[in-house]
Protein backbone atom coordinates (compact mmCIF):
# COMPACT_ATOMS: atom_id res chain seq x y z
CA UNK A 1 0.00 0.00 0.00
CA UNK A 2 2.89 2.44 1.13
CA UNK A 3 4.55 1.51 -1.60
CA UNK A 4 1.70 1.93 -4.23
CA UNK A 5 0.80 5.58 -2.59
CA UNK A 6 4.71 6.21 -3.06
CA UNK A 7 4.95 5.20 -7.17
CA UNK A 8 1.70 7.62 -7.29
CA UNK A 9 2.94 10.20 -5.42
CA UNK A 10 6.39 10.10 -7.78
CA UNK A 11 4.25 9.83 -10.67
CA UNK A 12 1.79 12.79 -9.47
CA UNK A 13 4.31 15.15 -8.41
CA UNK A 14 6.67 14.24 -10.99
CA UNK A 15 3.55 15.61 -13.86
CA UNK A 16 3.22 18.46 -11.60
CA UNK A 17 6.61 19.51 -11.46
CA UNK A 18 7.55 19.00 -15.28
CA UNK A 19 4.67 20.95 -15.99
CA UNK A 20 5.57 23.95 -13.50
CA UNK A 21 8.87 24.09 -15.13
CA UNK A 22 7.18 24.00 -18.85
CA UNK A 23 5.36 26.80 -17.98
CA UNK A 24 8.15 28.99 -16.54
CA UNK A 25 10.58 28.50 -19.42
CA UNK A 26 7.88 29.23 -22.10
CA UNK A 27 6.88 32.29 -19.52
CA UNK A 28 10.36 33.49 -19.60
CA UNK A 29 10.99 33.11 -23.43
CA UNK A 30 7.71 34.63 -24.01
CA UNK A 31 8.60 38.29 -21.92
CA UNK A 32 12.59 37.83 -23.33
CA UNK A 33 11.27 38.26 -26.76
CA UNK A 34 9.00 41.17 -26.17
CA UNK A 35 10.60 43.05 -23.26
CA UNK A 36 13.37 45.18 -25.41
CA UNK A 37 10.49 46.54 -27.04
CA UNK A 38 8.45 47.57 -24.18
CA UNK A 39 11.49 49.28 -22.28
CA UNK A 40 11.98 51.48 -25.34
CA UNK A 41 8.63 52.51 -25.88
CA UNK A 42 8.17 52.99 -22.06
CA UNK A 43 11.57 55.14 -21.92
CA UNK A 44 10.89 56.96 -24.78
CA UNK A 45 7.43 57.72 -23.64
CA UNK A 46 8.62 58.79 -20.49
CA UNK A 47 12.05 60.49 -21.58
CA UNK A 48 11.38 63.54 -23.87
CA UNK A 49 13.59 63.78 -27.16
CA UNK A 50 14.98 66.90 -26.01
CA UNK A 51 16.52 65.60 -22.63
CA UNK A 52 17.84 63.00 -24.60
CA UNK A 53 19.72 64.80 -27.27
CA UNK A 54 21.20 67.19 -24.33
CA UNK A 55 22.23 63.51 -22.63
CA UNK A 56 26.36 63.01 -23.06
CA UNK A 57 27.33 60.11 -25.69
CA UNK A 58 28.06 57.31 -23.97
CA UNK A 59 31.34 56.05 -23.83
CA UNK A 60 32.24 52.87 -25.72
CA UNK A 61 33.26 50.03 -23.48
CA UNK A 62 36.64 48.78 -23.54
CA UNK A 63 35.89 45.63 -25.93
CA UNK A 64 33.75 47.46 -28.47
CA UNK A 65 35.94 48.14 -31.85
CA UNK A 66 36.45 51.67 -32.47
CA UNK A 67 35.74 52.03 -35.84
CA UNK A 68 34.96 55.44 -36.97
CA UNK A 69 31.00 56.30 -37.07
CA UNK A 70 29.70 55.82 -40.56
CA UNK A 71 28.37 59.70 -41.88
CA UNK A 72 24.74 59.13 -40.69
CA UNK A 73 22.13 61.22 -42.52
CA UNK A 74 19.80 61.85 -38.67
CA UNK A 75 21.56 65.35 -36.77
CA UNK A 76 23.95 64.34 -33.85
CA UNK A 77 21.38 65.31 -31.16
CA UNK A 78 19.13 62.42 -32.77
CA UNK A 79 21.97 60.00 -33.03
CA UNK A 80 22.81 60.78 -29.13
CA UNK A 81 19.62 59.90 -28.30
CA UNK A 82 18.87 57.13 -29.91
CA UNK A 83 22.50 55.98 -28.05
CA UNK A 84 20.80 56.63 -24.90
CA UNK A 85 18.15 55.34 -25.47
CA UNK A 86 19.29 52.10 -26.42
CA UNK A 87 21.72 51.55 -23.28
CA UNK A 88 18.92 52.38 -21.10
CA UNK A 89 16.51 49.48 -22.71
CA UNK A 90 19.55 46.94 -22.55
CA UNK A 91 20.33 47.76 -18.83
CA UNK A 92 16.56 47.61 -17.99
CA UNK A 93 16.10 44.28 -20.05
CA UNK A 94 18.96 42.84 -18.29
CA UNK A 95 17.93 43.82 -14.87
CA UNK A 96 14.47 42.80 -15.26
CA UNK A 97 15.48 39.24 -16.71
CA UNK A 98 17.62 38.61 -14.23
CA UNK A 99 15.15 38.94 -11.68
CA UNK A 100 12.60 37.75 -13.13
CA UNK A 101 14.37 34.60 -13.46
CA UNK A 102 15.42 34.69 -9.39
CA UNK A 103 11.55 35.00 -9.02
CA UNK A 104 10.94 32.16 -11.22
CA UNK A 105 13.27 29.68 -9.65
CA UNK A 106 11.76 30.29 -6.22
CA UNK A 107 8.55 29.70 -7.48
CA UNK A 108 9.17 26.81 -8.87
CA UNK A 109 10.65 25.04 -5.89
CA UNK A 110 8.14 26.28 -3.79
CA UNK A 111 5.68 24.68 -6.35
CA UNK A 112 7.54 21.46 -6.33
CA UNK A 113 6.97 21.01 -1.98
CA UNK A 114 3.61 22.10 -2.61
CA UNK A 115 3.23 19.68 -5.90
CA UNK A 116 4.66 16.49 -3.74
CA UNK A 117 2.77 17.48 -0.70
CA UNK A 118 -0.67 17.63 -2.82
CA UNK A 119 0.38 14.83 -4.62
CA UNK A 120 0.54 12.71 -1.60
CA UNK A 121 -2.80 12.95 -0.35
CA UNK A 122 -4.12 12.95 -3.44
CA UNK A 123 -2.66 9.56 -4.05
CA UNK A 124 -3.86 8.66 -0.57
CA UNK A 125 -7.34 9.80 -1.30
CA UNK A 126 -7.21 7.27 -4.94
CA UNK A 127 -5.78 4.33 -2.82
CA UNK A 128 -8.39 4.41 0.17
CA UNK A 129 -11.46 2.40 -0.93
CA UNK A 130 -8.30 -0.51 -1.91
CA UNK A 131 -7.37 0.13 1.99
CA UNK A 132 -10.86 -0.45 2.84
CA UNK A 133 -11.36 -3.62 0.44
CA UNK A 134 -7.74 -4.87 1.81
CA UNK A 135 -8.40 -4.33 6.06
CA UNK A 136 -12.09 -6.01 5.68
CA UNK A 137 -10.35 -8.74 3.74
CA UNK A 138 -7.98 -9.67 6.06
CA UNK A 139 -11.04 -9.40 9.01
CA UNK A 140 -12.84 -11.66 7.34
CA UNK A 141 -13.40 -15.18 8.81
CA UNK A 142 -16.16 -17.98 8.94
CA UNK A 143 -18.16 -15.74 11.50
CA UNK A 144 -18.32 -12.18 10.16
CA UNK A 145 -18.72 -13.28 6.07
CA UNK A 146 -22.08 -11.12 6.50
CA UNK A 147 -19.94 -7.87 7.07
CA UNK A 148 -19.49 -5.75 3.47
CA UNK A 149 -17.56 -2.73 2.39
CA UNK A 150 -20.16 -0.99 1.14
CA UNK A 151 -18.24 1.84 -0.20
CA UNK A 152 -19.62 5.31 -0.82
CA UNK A 153 -18.15 6.24 -3.48
CA UNK A 154 -19.18 7.71 -6.71
CA UNK A 155 -19.04 5.35 -9.97
CA UNK A 156 -15.61 4.16 -10.77
CA UNK A 157 -13.63 1.48 -11.17
CA UNK A 158 -12.48 1.52 -7.15
CA UNK A 159 -16.20 1.40 -7.14
CA UNK A 160 -17.09 -1.29 -9.22
CA UNK A 161 -14.01 -3.62 -7.20
CA UNK A 162 -15.93 -2.99 -3.97
CA UNK A 163 -19.22 -4.17 -5.03
CA UNK A 164 -17.80 -7.12 -6.93
CA UNK A 165 -16.13 -7.63 -3.65
CA UNK A 166 -19.24 -7.51 -1.98
CA UNK A 167 -20.69 -9.52 -4.12
CA UNK A 168 -18.47 -12.24 -3.83
CA UNK A 169 -18.45 -12.20 -0.10
CA UNK A 170 -22.64 -13.08 -0.39
CA UNK A 171 -21.79 -15.98 -2.59
CA UNK A 172 -19.08 -16.90 -0.10
CA UNK A 173 -21.95 -16.60 3.07
CA UNK A 174 -24.26 -18.58 0.92
CA UNK A 175 -21.99 -21.53 0.08
CA UNK A 176 -20.34 -21.36 3.88
CA UNK A 177 -23.98 -21.72 5.31
CA UNK A 178 -24.98 -24.44 2.79
CA UNK A 179 -22.05 -26.63 3.87
CA UNK A 180 -22.39 -26.15 6.99
CA UNK A 181 -26.87 -27.52 6.56
CA UNK A 182 -25.55 -29.95 4.76
CA UNK A 183 -22.91 -31.00 7.33
CA UNK A 184 -25.77 -30.63 9.87
CA UNK A 185 -28.02 -32.69 8.02
CA UNK A 186 -26.09 -35.18 6.91
CA UNK A 187 -25.19 -35.65 10.28
CA UNK A 188 -28.84 -36.03 11.52
CA UNK A 189 -29.69 -38.47 8.50
CA UNK A 190 -26.63 -40.80 8.92
CA UNK A 191 -26.91 -40.96 12.61
CA UNK A 192 -30.51 -41.94 12.42
CA UNK A 193 -30.34 -45.32 10.63
CA UNK A 194 -27.74 -46.06 12.82
CA UNK A 195 -29.94 -44.71 16.19
CA UNK A 196 -32.33 -47.28 14.16
CA UNK A 197 -30.41 -50.23 14.46
CA UNK A 198 -28.99 -50.14 18.02
CA UNK A 199 -32.60 -49.53 19.10
CA UNK A 200 -33.98 -52.86 17.23
CA UNK A 201 -30.85 -54.85 17.98
CA UNK A 202 -31.03 -53.90 21.61
CA UNK A 203 -35.04 -54.06 22.66
CA UNK A 204 -35.33 -56.61 19.68
CA UNK A 205 -33.05 -59.40 20.57
CA UNK A 206 -33.21 -58.75 24.61
CA UNK A 207 -34.66 -61.67 26.24
CA UNK A 208 -35.45 -64.66 24.65
CA UNK A 209 -36.27 -63.89 21.04
CA UNK A 210 -38.28 -66.46 19.15
CA UNK A 211 -37.68 -67.13 15.21
CA UNK A 212 -40.70 -64.70 14.21
CA UNK A 213 -39.30 -61.77 16.31
CA UNK A 214 -35.57 -62.86 15.18
CA UNK A 215 -36.87 -62.76 11.32
CA UNK A 216 -38.54 -58.88 11.78
CA UNK A 217 -35.37 -57.45 13.36
CA UNK A 218 -33.24 -58.67 10.69
CA UNK A 219 -35.76 -57.42 7.67
CA UNK A 220 -36.10 -53.94 10.17
CA UNK A 221 -32.13 -53.76 9.89
CA UNK A 222 -31.75 -54.96 6.29
CA UNK A 223 -33.92 -52.69 4.95
CA UNK A 224 -32.00 -49.91 7.59
CA UNK A 225 -28.80 -50.64 6.30
CA UNK A 226 -30.27 -50.21 2.75
CA UNK A 227 -31.22 -46.78 3.77
CA UNK A 228 -27.90 -45.55 5.07
CA UNK A 229 -26.47 -47.01 1.63
CA UNK A 230 -28.64 -45.13 -0.51
CA UNK A 231 -27.84 -41.94 1.32
CA UNK A 232 -24.13 -43.17 1.16
CA UNK A 233 -24.55 -43.70 -2.73
CA UNK A 234 -26.59 -40.10 -3.43
CA UNK A 235 -23.96 -38.23 -1.48
CA UNK A 236 -20.80 -40.00 -3.18
CA UNK A 237 -22.92 -38.90 -6.58
CA UNK A 238 -23.09 -35.96 -5.12
CA UNK A 239 -19.23 -35.11 -4.65
CA UNK A 240 -18.62 -36.74 -7.90
CA UNK A 241 -20.94 -34.19 -9.63
CA UNK A 242 -19.38 -30.91 -8.18
CA UNK A 243 -16.13 -32.27 -9.05
CA UNK A 244 -16.92 -32.11 -12.96
CA UNK A 245 -16.36 -34.07 -15.72
CA UNK A 246 -13.14 -35.93 -16.63
CA UNK A 247 -14.28 -36.27 -20.14
CA UNK A 248 -17.30 -35.58 -22.68
CA UNK A 249 -18.94 -37.15 -25.22
CA UNK A 250 -21.96 -36.34 -27.30
CA UNK A 251 -25.13 -37.89 -25.62
CA UNK A 252 -28.37 -37.86 -27.05
CA UNK A 253 -30.44 -36.49 -24.21
CA UNK A 254 -33.80 -37.76 -25.75
CA UNK A 255 -33.31 -41.23 -25.82
CA UNK A 256 -31.95 -40.80 -22.27
CA UNK A 257 -35.08 -39.47 -21.24
CA UNK A 258 -36.84 -41.89 -23.09
CA UNK A 259 -35.31 -45.08 -21.04
CA UNK A 260 -35.86 -43.21 -17.79
CA UNK A 261 -39.38 -42.71 -18.44
CA UNK A 262 -39.57 -46.67 -19.81
CA UNK A 263 -37.48 -47.74 -16.57
CA UNK A 264 -40.18 -45.52 -14.15
CA UNK A 265 -43.32 -46.60 -16.12
CA UNK A 266 -44.51 -49.56 -13.48
CA UNK A 267 -43.79 -47.31 -10.56
CA UNK A 268 -45.86 -44.32 -12.13
CA UNK A 269 -48.72 -46.91 -13.00
CA UNK A 270 -49.22 -48.07 -9.48
CA UNK A 271 -49.27 -44.75 -7.96
CA UNK A 272 -52.10 -43.90 -10.53
CA UNK A 273 -49.88 -41.27 -12.15
CA UNK A 274 -49.49 -40.40 -16.32
CA UNK A 275 -46.48 -39.86 -17.71
CA UNK A 276 -46.27 -38.24 -21.45
CA UNK A 277 -42.95 -37.76 -23.57
CA UNK A 278 -41.92 -35.51 -25.88
CA UNK A 279 -38.81 -36.34 -26.77
CA UNK A 280 -37.68 -33.27 -29.12
CA UNK A 281 -33.64 -33.66 -30.22
CA UNK A 282 -30.98 -32.77 -28.01
CA UNK A 283 -27.21 -33.25 -27.59
CA UNK A 284 -25.25 -32.37 -24.72
CA UNK A 285 -21.67 -33.20 -24.62
CA UNK A 286 -20.79 -34.86 -21.15
CA UNK A 287 -21.22 -38.21 -19.15
CA UNK A 288 -23.99 -40.31 -20.13
CA UNK A 289 -23.84 -42.02 -16.75
CA UNK A 290 -24.69 -38.41 -15.18
CA UNK A 291 -27.01 -37.60 -17.57
CA UNK A 292 -29.16 -40.57 -17.02
CA UNK A 293 -29.07 -39.93 -13.43
CA UNK A 294 -30.75 -36.69 -13.92
CA UNK A 295 -33.31 -37.78 -15.76
CA UNK A 296 -34.61 -40.47 -13.56
CA UNK A 297 -34.14 -37.81 -10.37
CA UNK A 298 -36.45 -35.78 -12.58
CA UNK A 299 -38.96 -37.90 -13.62
CA UNK A 300 -38.74 -40.04 -10.07
CA UNK A 301 -39.32 -36.55 -8.47
CA UNK A 302 -42.26 -36.00 -10.23
CA UNK A 303 -43.69 -38.98 -10.10
CA UNK A 304 -43.39 -39.50 -6.59
CA UNK A 305 -44.09 -35.86 -5.53
CA UNK A 306 -47.66 -36.08 -6.67
CA UNK A 307 -51.36 -36.42 -6.47
CA UNK A 308 -53.66 -39.75 -7.39
CA UNK A 309 -54.44 -39.36 -10.81
CA UNK A 310 -51.67 -37.17 -11.20
CA UNK A 311 -49.90 -36.13 -14.62
CA UNK A 312 -45.92 -35.72 -15.69
CA UNK A 313 -44.75 -34.01 -18.84
CA UNK A 314 -41.06 -34.36 -19.93
CA UNK A 315 -40.13 -32.24 -23.04
CA UNK A 316 -36.69 -32.46 -24.30
CA UNK A 317 -35.59 -30.00 -26.79
CA UNK A 318 -33.36 -27.38 -27.99
CA UNK A 319 -34.30 -25.19 -24.41
CA UNK A 320 -32.84 -28.22 -22.52
CA UNK A 321 -34.73 -30.60 -20.60
CA UNK A 322 -38.51 -29.38 -18.89
CA UNK A 323 -40.15 -32.00 -16.50
CA UNK A 324 -43.89 -30.09 -15.02
CA UNK A 325 -46.05 -32.37 -12.80
CA UNK A 326 -49.32 -32.04 -10.97
CA UNK A 327 -49.08 -32.36 -7.12
CA UNK A 328 -49.60 -30.45 -3.93
CA UNK A 329 -48.92 -26.74 -3.69
CA UNK A 330 -45.82 -25.29 -3.05
CA UNK A 331 -45.23 -21.93 -1.74
CA UNK A 332 -43.01 -20.05 -4.18
CA UNK A 333 -40.88 -19.01 -1.63
CA UNK A 334 -39.57 -22.31 -0.72
CA UNK A 335 -38.88 -23.37 -4.24
CA UNK A 336 -35.23 -22.54 -4.27
CA UNK A 337 -34.38 -24.75 -1.16
CA UNK A 338 -35.46 -27.90 -2.98
CA UNK A 339 -32.01 -27.86 -4.50
CA UNK A 340 -29.89 -27.80 -1.64
CA UNK A 341 -29.61 -31.67 0.09
CA UNK A 342 -31.59 -33.33 2.26
CA UNK A 343 -34.87 -30.73 1.64
CA UNK A 344 -37.96 -32.68 1.30
CA UNK A 345 -41.97 -31.04 1.28
CA UNK A 346 -43.07 -34.47 2.74
CA UNK A 347 -41.93 -36.81 5.17
CA UNK A 348 -40.25 -39.94 3.44
CA UNK A 349 -41.29 -43.36 4.08
CA UNK A 350 -39.42 -45.64 1.75
CA UNK A 351 -36.10 -45.12 -0.76
CA UNK A 352 -35.23 -44.61 -3.98
CA UNK A 353 -31.29 -44.22 -5.00
CA UNK A 354 -29.96 -40.41 -4.07
CA UNK A 355 -33.28 -39.23 -3.71
CA UNK A 356 -35.56 -40.67 -0.34
CA UNK A 357 -33.27 -38.40 1.84
CA UNK A 358 -34.15 -35.15 -0.64
CA UNK A 359 -30.51 -35.44 -2.30
CA UNK A 360 -32.43 -36.06 -5.48
CA UNK A 361 -32.78 -32.01 -6.76
CA UNK A 362 -29.18 -31.33 -5.37
CA UNK A 363 -28.13 -34.07 -7.55
CA UNK A 364 -29.53 -32.47 -10.90
CA UNK A 365 -28.86 -29.09 -10.04
CA UNK A 366 -25.07 -30.64 -9.79
CA UNK A 367 -24.69 -32.64 -12.82
CA UNK A 368 -26.13 -29.78 -14.84
CA UNK A 369 -23.41 -27.13 -12.93
CA UNK A 370 -21.08 -29.68 -14.34
CA UNK A 371 -22.56 -29.93 -17.75
CA UNK A 372 -22.59 -25.95 -17.78
CA UNK A 373 -25.62 -26.01 -17.51
CA UNK A 374 -28.19 -23.97 -15.45
CA UNK A 375 -31.72 -25.12 -13.40
CA UNK A 376 -34.38 -23.22 -12.51
CA UNK A 377 -37.93 -24.48 -10.35
CA UNK A 378 -41.38 -23.06 -10.61
CA UNK A 379 -44.84 -23.69 -8.52
CA UNK A 380 -47.30 -23.87 -10.82
CA UNK A 381 -49.36 -21.83 -8.82
CA UNK A 382 -53.10 -22.61 -7.54
CA UNK A 383 -53.49 -26.21 -9.75
CA UNK A 384 -50.52 -27.92 -7.68
CA UNK A 385 -47.43 -28.94 -8.76
CA UNK A 386 -43.56 -27.96 -9.81
CA UNK A 387 -41.88 -27.02 -13.15
CA UNK A 388 -38.24 -27.77 -13.19
CA UNK A 389 -36.21 -26.44 -16.37
CA UNK A 390 -32.90 -27.24 -17.08
CA UNK A 391 -30.71 -25.38 -19.56
CA UNK A 392 -27.21 -25.97 -21.18
CA UNK A 393 -25.80 -23.47 -22.57
CA UNK A 394 -22.84 -25.66 -24.56
CA UNK A 395 -25.92 -27.60 -26.32
CA UNK A 396 -24.49 -27.89 -30.07
Known sequence: MRSERARLTALYGGLLVLAGALLTGVVYLLVQQGLYTSISTAVTTAVPAKELRDL???????????????PSPLPPGVVRGLAVTRTLSDAAEDAALN?????SVIVLCAYAVLSIALAWWMAGRVLRPVA??????????GENLHERIALEAPPG???????????????MEQLVSAQQRFAANAAHELRTPVAVQRAAAEIGLAG????????????????VADDSERIIEGLLLLAASEQGLERREPVAVHEVAREAVDALAREARERGVTVTLRAGPLTVPG??????RL????VANGIRHNVPQGRVEVRTGPDGITVSNTGPEIPPDTVHLLFEPFRRLTQRHRHAPGEGAGLGMSIVAAIARAHGGTTAAYANGEGGGLTVQVGFSRTP
Do not use: C, Y
Open 99 to 103: RLLVV
Open 287 to 292: DAVLLD
Open 56 to 70: PTPTPAPWQSAVPAS
Open 157 to 171: ELKELADTFDGMLGR
Open 132 to 141: VITETARRLS
Open 295 to 298: LHNL
Open 208 to 223: EPDAPKVARIRARLIA
